[in-house]
Nanobody, 125 residues
Framework: QVLLVESGGGLVQAGGSLRLSCAGS????????MGWFRQAPGKEREFVAV????????YYADSVKGRFTISRDNAKNTVYLQMNNVKPEDTAVYYC??????????????????WGQGTQVTVSS
């Protein structure tokens, strides 16, 4: 059984930094794309970033480009999201997700098969 567990969320002031982690178990994820999505109150879940496995390229939503960095440690089956210069609009529940492909799966939720339970990030102004 695949399990993804996010951690690292919390309360941070605007302009600050936070690092989210997502540890996977039940499968080796080194050959799969691993990404992050987020859902703010009253809004639909949206794509944040993804690290493709085969090309090792990373992709970001325009809203976080230049501020967030996605990385992975295959030895630990873990993906990270380093969040710098956070803004109040970054407040959301952040979910990690794994797509059953090694290339860029795109920003659509339907392309991702496994999901974590989410971790809350709150940015105060």
């Amino acid at each position: 059984q695949v399990l993804l567990v996010e951690s690292g969320g919390g309360l941070v002031q605007a302009g600050g930094s936070l690092r989210l982690s997502c540890a996977g178990s039940g499968r080796t994820f080194s050959n799969y794309a691993m990404g992050w999505f987020r859902q703010a109150p009253g809004k639909e879940r949206e794509f944040v970033a993804v690290d493709s496995a085969s090309t090792r390229r990373t992709y970001y939503a325009d809203s976080v480009k230049g501020r967030f960095t996605i990385s992975r440690d295959n030895a630990k089956n873990t993906v990270y999201l380093q969040m710098n210069n956070v803004k109040p609009e970054d407040t959301a529940v952040y979910y990690c997700a794994v797509a059953p492909v090694g290339w860029y799966p795109g920003p659509q939720e339907r392309e991702y098969r496994d999901w974590g339970q989410g971790t809350q990030v709150t940015v105060s102004s």
